[in-house]
Every structure is written in structure tokens, then in C-alpha cells.
């Protein structure tokens, strides 16, 4: 293909010594010094990053020119399977029930209430339409109701860069009360009394590090916590009892708790159990006890405890619910009269209700691949829990179930305007061999009929990362390649959590390269099966996933027919080594810390994706960021692509997209988000079938 002339950075190595080791980066200058300035404002950037972002933005449009109409048809059809005026099934809480609805057209929901039971009329709450007006990104992180049903509280960003701003309401008057906390973590809670407001402070790192409680109404903060610990992310809540305020900290391998009673809210916090490496808990209350969900004392996929203690310190856990290897207890909900655990076994969720009595039965269903998840819920004192079942080929269908009688009720099923016929598709639950003999799930969408002769065009996607299982889910977008005859794969790789905990410690730390391989064997399994043919299979991952998605590529770059990697964390030996920046000492348990240990330094100098391009035939790729990304910072891919385009021998083209005005997930409205997926999606027709090339 005649392709326009991509921009060419200049080079400027630096030498880096650590450990005695040495490396060249020739692009380190694509980090701006003030980064934590252009989180905040993005016009900050130094010029010549922003010239230069602003040049590859401008080979993107260039060279999918001729996609154009593709990208506005894929917009258009995914558009046309959101139900514009949505609106979701109310919560009940007490005399009220909340909902939240899209106006035709909006981008953003409007939050209301209303009598429980529906009756007369709906109380707008916040209106994210209209606060949104005049930015070019806003999200809102978290809005609730205090428990008088008095006050409303949210936080919006209104930038991407997930430092958020908390707003308090007070409902009779519509008086926005006090100065707007700054600097905000996207969570919060009010205490049980309503009283008090309790939010979570980020540094400027964009790390969360403080805890402070604030008069609901406004007024001076009191520091209640301090993190010592960069490394540990730092959040608080309430029992779902509402009898006490929780405070936790944790990392991918290691939490603590700390109590405040509800009854005295100004109380310090009072510590639960020490932090041990390794060992995670979280705490419920059931029954007048304490919940306790821990890997303690070898329990790899987790286990129940109870305790009656006032502050329930280890020395005062029973085993409540066993350990089972291989069946993976996701989390627990609690009720007055029940309490609902997710398990996980072989990429299958089911929910597990038991009583007081002690009697257990299961929630589960049919399709050879689904998700199942708890919707959540205001209310303790109830008999009904709300769950959210969904597949890749079953629109989410949103069920009230009555814990006592087994009566489940459906609330709503996801409309689909432009039409939606499952029986016209087929969900498929494969297995691969790894090289060291696990068994991989792979959940495979495609039309019925579909011939397996390797003539379909296949996408696997794949992230394998931090414990979080990729769902066999239903997606309005995925149905856009399906519908053109492409199979659709989720590769359940190691380093996510569908196969237990132990399938996540498989995948990750000295551990980590077994993702990669995973996902490989994902791909050659399902060519081997006719699914697809090598050298023509699409690849897709994001943040971690991009990761994957660079490493892969490295590894085996004849194998794909096109890379889309988004916001990927692909620079991971200098991200690992920059204790500036927001996730790298949180994520040492996750990676290895390069900075200190020799044997983690070499090991992640063997596959970070950018440390390891070399001359080989790289497939048509393109790397997406956001400007204002804390996360996986806009440097990341664009020093990747640089360096792909130095080495790369094949002749294909390495793209770079950022999103100059927004942050880790991207565009914030509901319609804008779309026109991201569309181009990635543009690009792998473009690249694997050829469709709008010049």
C-alpha cells in the first residue's frame, strides 16, 4: 500500500545505569518534566511534544482517509443499539426510590428520585448534561445520597486527569453547599448519620494518600488517615448494616482495615489487623458479626470467616465458608436475613445465597459462557437483592430476586432500537494448550454458520492483569465486526482472575510472560480450529492489555494481521523505575521492583514491549492515548510507536492517536466513546480485509 510519510521525532539517547545494568532511550525527551502540570491542564505540554502529538494525530486521519465512511457507518450502527432516552431500574431507599436517565441525545445521564413505588412526580437531582455543557471531557466518579435523604453529593472531572472535585446539594433549597473540595479522589461516603462527609485526598503525584472527614455541610476538614505507604491505594465506605465506617488500604497482594463505629463519627480509626504481605482481607457485617473474606493461611482462592468482636483482630476468626481450590469467592453481599456470594470456577460465575439458617442455594444459568454480577443496592433490611445477567449473545437483563421465596423477577432487559436477534449468533467455550499445559478458556462469539475454514476474519481480545476477569459480556460494539462475518474471541489468560486466584498469581510478578504465551496459544488454537488463519488475526488490548499487546507483537509479529493497543503500558522498565509517577510503587507487587531487585530488573527487561522492538516484520499497528492520562501516561505509546517505526522491516504502518483533551478511558460522553471504538475498529477492517484503502 502507498502510505504518506509518518512524522520522524528526532533522537536524543540518554544513558540510564541501575543495578548495574545500562540502557539507551532515545526517546526519554517525550516526557514532559511538569507532567503532573499537564495532567491539570493539558495546554502546559512543552510545544515540541504537543507538535509532534498534534503531526501524528494527522497521519492517523491521512492514512485512514479512505475509512472515513466505514468509521461513520460503525458509529452510526453501534449508536443505533443504544436506547437514547434510557433509563435505569430504580434503587429503593426508604420512602424514595433513585434512577438515573439519558434524554434524547445527551451524552450524559440525568440523576432523579421519585416516591418509591414510581408515584408522582420525578425530583432532578443532577443534571450531568447540563454541567457538562462548554467542556470538551466531564465525568462524574461518584454521587449519593446522604441517608436522611437531605443531601446529594458528586464528584466530576472535568479534565481526565481523575483529580476530582466534590459538590454537596441540599435538595429543598437546590443550594450548592459550601467551597467544593479539591483534589479529590472520584469516591466518598457519607457517614450513617448524615452528618458528615468523608473523601479521599490525591497528592500532587495523583496518588490517593489522605482521608479527610468534612462537615456535610461544609466547613473545615479533619485529617482521620494517613497512608505511610506510596505503594498502597487508600479508600473508605460503610457497612452495608451501616454500623460502622470503614477505611482500607491495599495493594494487588496486601490490605488493612481500620473502624470508626457509626455511632461516635468523629472517632479515630481503630485498626482491625495489621497489614502482612500477601495476606488481603475485607470486612462485612452479617448477622450482628463481622464478615471476613481473606487468602490467609494458604487460602489462594479465598475463604469466609465470622468473628463477634467488637474490633474482629485475626485471633477472633472462625471459619464460616471453607477454601476451595479452584473456586474462587469473587466477593459477598449482606442482607439482614442473607447473605449472597460471587464465586468464579473455570470463567463461571454463580451466586451462592445462604440464610441464618445455614441453607445454600445457587443462582446459575444455562449459555456455555456468561457474566453474572450483584447490581448493588441501598437497603440491608430486605429479602431482595438485584442482579445483572448478560452473554455475549443476551442483551443484560436486570433481575430483582426475592431471597426467600427464589422468585426472580425481571426489571429490565437491554433494548436494543436498531434490533437484536440472539438465535442469529453463537457463543462457543473453547479450551487452549499453554506451552506448560494449562488449560485457557476462550469464550468465542460469531454468527451461526459461520465456516471454520479460516476464511472468517478473527479478533481476539485479551488483558490478563490485576486479578480482573474479562466477562463474557454483552457488547453493542463487538456486534458491529460480528454482524461484517469476523469471530470475536476473549482469551481468559493468566494474570486475571477467571480461573481463581491462583490463575491472577500465575500471571503475574517472575510469573508474567505466561500471559503472553497464554494468549498465543489462545490465537494458534483457534487457527488450528479453522477460526482464523495466520498472519490475518486481529489482536486488541488496552492499559495492561496494551502491554500484551506489545509484548506479543514482539514475540510472534508473523502471527498478526493488525495490533490495536489501547492507552497500553508498554514503556514498563521506566515507568517501574519513576517513583514520580502515580501507579509505579502501588504496582511493584504486581511487576517486580527494578529498582532493587536484580532478578525483577532482568525479567522485565526481557519482555516490556518497548525495550524489546527490534528488526522484525510488526503488522499494521495502531496505539491510542489520552493527554491527560495518570494512569498510562501519553509518552508510553508514543515512544513505543517511534521506536516500532526505526525497527519495524515489514513496511506496514504504526499509528498514533491520542485524545488531546481526555484521560485513561478516553472520550466521556456515551456517543463520543464510540467514535474511539469505531476507528480502532475501521483500522482492523482496513488492516485485515483491506476496506478503504486507496
Same mark, same amino acid.
Given at each position: 500500500?502507498?502510505?504518506?510519510?509518518?512524522?520522524?521525532?528526532?533522537?536524543?539517547?540518554?544513558?540510564?545505569?541501575?543495578?548495574?545494568r545500562?540502557?539507551?532511550?532515545d526517546?526519554?525527551?517525550?516526557?514532559?518534566?511538569?507532567?503532573?502540570?499537564?495532567?491539570?491542564?493539558?495546554?502546559?505540554?512543552?510545544?515540541?511534544?504537543?507538535?509532534?502529538?498534534?503531526?501524528?494525530?494527522?497521519?492517523?486521519?491521512?492514512?485512514?482517509?479512505?475509512?472515513?465512511?466505514?468509521?461513520?457507518?460503525?458509529?452510526?450502527?453501534?449508536?443505533?443499539?443504544?436506547?437514547?432516552?434510557?433509563?435505569?431500574?430504580?434503587?429503593?431507599?426508604?420512602?424514595?426510590?433513585?434512577?438515573?436517565?439519558?434524554?434524547?441525545g445527551?451524552q450524559? /445521564?440525568?440523576?432523579l428520585?421519585?416516591?418509591?413505588?414510581?408515584?408522582? /412526580?420525578?425530583?432532578?437531582?443532577?443534571?450531568e448534561?447540563?454541567?457538562?455543557?462548554?467542556?470538551?471531557?466531564?465525568?462524574?466518579?461518584?454521587?449519593?445520597?446522604?441517608?436522611d435523604?437531605?443531601?446529594? &453529593?458528586?464528584?466530576?472531572?472535568?479534565?481526565?486527569?481523575?483529580?476530582?472535585?466534590i459538590?454537596?446539594?441540599?435538595?429543598?433549597?437546590?443550594?450548592?453547599?459550601?467551597a467544593?473540595?479539591?483534589?479529590?479522589?472520584?469516591?466518598?461516603?457519607?457517614? /450513617? !448519620?448524615?452528618?458528615?462527609?468523608?473523601?479521599?485526598?490525591?497528592?500532587? =503525584?495523583?496518588?490517593?494518600?489522605?482521608?479527610?472527614?468534612?462537615?456535610a455541610?461544609?466547613?473545615?476538614?479533619?485529617?482521620?488517615?494517613?497512608?505511610?505507604?506510596?505503594?498502597?491505594?487508600?479508600?473508605v465506605?460503610?457497612?452495608?448494616?451501616?454500623?460502622?465506617?470503614?477505611?482500607?488500604?491495599?495493594?494487588?497482594?496486601?490490605?488493612?482495615?481500620?473502624?470508626?463505629?457509626?455511632?461516635d463519627?468523629? %472517632?479515630?480509626?481503630?485498626?482491625?489487623?495489621?497489614?502482612r504481605?500477601?495476606?488481603?482481607?475485607?470486612?462485612?457485617?452479617?448477622?450482628?458479626?463481622?464478615?471476613?473474606?481473606?487468602?490467609?493461611?494458604?487460602?489462594?482462592?479465598?475463604?469466609?470467616?465470622?468473628?463477634?468482636?467488637?474490633?474482629?483482630?485475626? %485471633?477472633?476468626?472462625?471459619?464460616?465458608?471453607?477454601?476451595? *481450590?479452584?473456586?474462587?469467592?469473587?466477593?459477598? %453481599?449482606?442482607?439482614?436475613?442473607?447473605?449472597?456470594?460471587?464465586?468464579?470456577?473455570?470463567?463461571?460465575?454463580?451466586?451462592?445465597?445462604?440464610?441464618?439458617?445455614? !441453607?445454600?442455594?445457587?443462582?446459575?444459568?444455562?449459555?456455555?459462557?456468561?457474566?453474572?454480577?450483584?447490581?448493588?443496592?441501598?437497603?440491608?433490611?430486605?429479602?431482595?437483592?438485584?442482579?445483572?445477567?448478560?452473554?455475549?449473545?443476551t442483551?443484560?437483563? @436486570?433481575?430483582?430476586?426475592?431471597?426467600?421465596?427464589?422468585?426472580?423477577?425481571?426489571?429490565?432487559?437491554?433494548?436494543?432500537?436498531?434490533?437484536?436477534?440472539?438465535?442469529?449468533?453463537?457463543?462457543?467455550? #473453547?479450551?487452549?494448550k499453554?506451552?506448560?499445559?494449562?488449560?485457557?478458556?476462550?469464550?468465542?462469539?460469531? #454468527?451461526?454458520?459461520?465456516?471454520?475454514?479460516?476464511?472468517?476474519?478473527?479478533?481476539?481480545?485479551?488483558?490478563?492483569a490485576?486479578?480482573?476477569?474479562?466477562?463474557?459480556?454483552?457488547?453493542?460494539?463487538?456486534?458491529?465486526?460480528?454482524?461484517?462475518?469476523?469471530?470475536?474471541?476473549?482469551?481468559?489468560?493468566?494474570?486475571?482472575?477467571?480461573?481463581?486466584?491462583?490463575?491472577?498469581?500465575?500471571?503475574?510478578?517472575?510469573?508474567?510472560?505466561?500471559?503472553?504465551?497464554?494468549?498465543i &496459544?489462545? &490465537?494458534?488454537?483457534?487457527? &488450528?480450529?479453522?477460526?482464523? @488463519?495466520?498472519?490475518?488475526?486481529?489482536?486488541?488490548g488496552?492499559?495492561?492489555?496494551?502491554? #500484551?499487546?506489545?509484548?506479543? @507483537?514482539?514475540?510472534?509479529?508473523?502471527?498478526?494481521?493488525?495490533?490495536?493497543?489501547?492507552?497500553?503500558?508498554?514503556?514498563?522498565?521506566?515507568?517501574?523505575?519513576?517513583?514520580?509517577?502515580?501507579?509505579?510503587?502501588?504496582?511493584?507487587?504486581?511487576?517486580?521492583? /527494578?529498582?532493587?531487585?536484580?532478578?525483577?530488573?532482568?525479567?522485565?527487561? *526481557?519482555?516490556?514491549?518497548?525495550?524489546?522492538?527490534?528488526?522484525?516484520?510488526?503488522?499494521?499497528?495502531?496505539?491510542?492515548?489520552?493527554?491527560?492520562?495518570p494512569?498510562? @501516561?501519553?509518552?508510553?505509546?508514543e515512544?513505543?510507536?517511534?521506536?516500532l517505526?526505526?525497527? *519495524?522491516?515489514s513496511? =506496514?504502518?504504526?499509528?498514533?492517536?491520542i485524545?488531546?483533551?481526555?484521560?485513561?478511558?478516553?472520550?466521556?460522553?456515551?456517543?463520543?466513546?464510540?467514535?474511539?471504538? %469505531?476507528l480502532?475498529?475501521?483500522?482492523?477492517?482496513?488492516?485485515?480485509?483491506?476496506?478503504?484503502?486507496?
Amino acid at each position: 500500500m502507498t502510505l504518506p510519510t509518518p512524522p520522524r521525532p528526532r533522537k536524543d539517547p540518554i544513558t540510564i545505569e541501575q543495578l548495574g545494568r545500562v540502557r539507551v532511550d532515545d526517546y526519554a525527551w517525550m516526557k514532559d518534566d511538569d507532567w503532573q502540570q499537564v495532567l491539570r491542564d493539558p495546554s502546559k505540554v512543552k510545544a515540541e511534544v504537543r507538535e509532534h502529538l498534534v503531526a501524528e494525530n494527522a497521519y492517523v486521519a491521512a492514512v485512514l482517509a479512505g475509512t472515513e465512511a466505514l468509521q461513520a457507518k460503525l458509529f452510526e450502527e453501534m449508536k443505533g443499539r443504544i436506547k437514547e432516552d434510557d433509563a435505569s431500574v430504580p434503587d429503593p431507599d426508604g420512602a424514595f426510590e433513585y434512577l438515573g436517565r439519558y434524554e434524547l441525545g445527551a451524552q450524559h /445521564p440525568r440523576h432523579l428520585r421519585r416516591a418509591r413505588g414510581g408515584e408522582g /412526580p420525578e425530583e432532578l437531582l443532577l443534571d450531568e448534561e447540563a454541567r457538562a455543557a462548554g467542556t470538551a471531557y466531564y465525568s462524574v466518579g461518584g454521587a449519593e445520597h446522604s441517608p436522611d435523604h437531605v443531601l446529594y &453529593a458528586w464528584s466530576e472531572d472535568v479534565q481526565g486527569s481523575e483529580y476530582y472535585r466534590i459538590h454537596v446539594r441540599d435538595l429543598a433549597s437546590g443550594e450548592v453547599l459550601g467551597a467544593p473540595i479539591e483534589n479529590a479522589n472520584g469516591d466518598f461516603t457519607f457517614s /450513617p !448519620d448524615s452528618a458528615w462527609l468523608f473523601w479521599v485526598w490525591r497528592d500532587e =503525584n495523583a496518588r490517593p494518600s489522605k482521608i479527610f472527614r468534612r462537615p456535610a455541610r461544609g466547613g473545615d476538614d479533619a485529617l482521620i488517615y494517613e497512608e505511610p505507604d506510596e505503594g498502597m491505594f487508600i479508600g473508605v465506605d460503610v457497612t452495608a448494616d451501616r454500623s460502622h465506617i470503614l477505611i482500607h488500604a491495599q495493594n494487588q497482594g496486601t490490605s488493612e482495615a481500620w473502624l470508626i463505629p457509626a455511632a461516635d463519627p468523629t %472517632a479515630a480509626p481503630v485498626l482491625v489487623e495489621p497489614r502482612r504481605e500477601g495476606i488481603r482481607y475485607g470486612l462485612g457485617r452479617w448477622d450482628g458479626r463481622w464478615t471476613i473474606r481473606t487468602n490467609d493461611d494458604g487460602a489462594v482462592d479465598f475463604k469466609l470467616m465470622t468473628s463477634d468482636a467488637a474490633v474482629p483482630a485475626k %485471633a477472633s476468626w472462625r471459619e464460616f465458608i471453607a477454601h476451595k *481450590s479452584g473456586r474462587l469467592i469473587a466477593g459477598a %453481599a449482606s442482607f439482614k436475613n442473607h447473605l449472597v456470594r460471587l464465586e468464579r470456577e473455570n470463567a463461571v460465575d454463580q451466586l451462592v445465597v445462604r440464610d441464618l439458617a445455614g !441453607d445454600e442455594h445457587a443462582i446459575a444459568f444455562d449459555e456455555p459462557a456468561y457474566a453474572l454480577g450483584l447490581s448493588g443496592g441501598y437497603e440491608y433490611d430486605t429479602s431482595v437483592t438485584r442482579f445483572v445477567y448478560q452473554s455475549p449473545t443476551t442483551p443484560r437483563q @436486570t433481575f430483582d430476586y426475592d431471597m426467600a421465596t427464589r422468585q426472580r423477577t425481571l426489571r429490565k432487559t437491554q433494548e436494543i432500537p436498531s434490533g437484536h436477534d440472539p438465535a442469529r449468533y453463537e457463543t462457543r467455550r #473453547l479450551y487452549a494448550k499453554a506451552p506448560d499445559g494449562a488449560e485457557v478458556p476462550i469464550t468465542v462469539l460469531m #454468527l451461526k454458520g459461520t465456516l471454520l475454514d479460516g476464511s472468517a476474519p478473527l479478533l481476539v481480545y485479551g488483558y490478563g492483569a490485576y486479578g480482573f476477569p474479562q466477562e463474557a459480556s454483552f457488547s453493542i460494539r463487538n456486534l458491529s465486526l460480528v454482524d461484517r462475518g469476523w469471530i470475536w474471541a476473549i482469551a481468559h489468560i493468566r494474570g486475571g482472575s477467571d480461573k481463581g486466584w491462583g490463575w491472577f498469581l500465575d500471571g503475574r510478578g517472575l510469573a508474567k510472560k505466561n500471559t503472553f504465551t497464554d494468549f498465543i &496459544a489462545c &490465537a494458534d488454537h483457534l487457527v &488450528a480450529e479453522g477460526y482464523g @488463519t495466520a498472519g490475518k488475526v486481529a489482536a486488541y488490548g488496552g492499559s495492561a492489555g496494551g502491554m #500484551l499487546m506489545g509484548a506479543i @507483537t514482539n514475540m510472534r509479529p508473523e502471527l498478526w494481521g493488525a495490533i490495536i493497543a489501547a492507552v497500553p503500558f508498554v514503556d514498563v522498565l521506566n515507568t517501574m523505575s519513576d517513583t514520580s509517577l502515580p501507579l509505579t510503587p502501588p504496582e511493584w507487587p504486581e511487576w517486580g521492583n /527494578p529498582l532493587k531487585d536484580e532478578a525483577a530488573y532482568d525479567y522485565i527487561a *526481557s519482555y516490556s514491549p518497548y525495550d524489546n522492538v527490534g528488526a522484525k516484520p510488526y503488522p499494521p499497528i495502531i496505539a491510542t492515548g489520552g493527554l491527560s492520562d495518570p494512569r498510562v @501516561t501519553w509518552w508510553e505509546p508514543e515512544k513505543w510507536v517511534a521506536r516500532l517505526r526505526e525497527h *519495524s522491516t515489514s513496511g =506496514n504502518p504504526v499509528l498514533l492517536k491520542i485524545n488531546m483533551e481526555a484521560g485513561h478511558g478516553g472520550a466521556s460522553g456515551r456517543f463520543d466513546f464510540l467514535k474511539e471504538i %469505531a476507528l480502532d475498529y475501521a483500522f482492523a477492517i482496513w488492516a485485515i480485509e483491506g476496506e478503504g484503502r486507496g
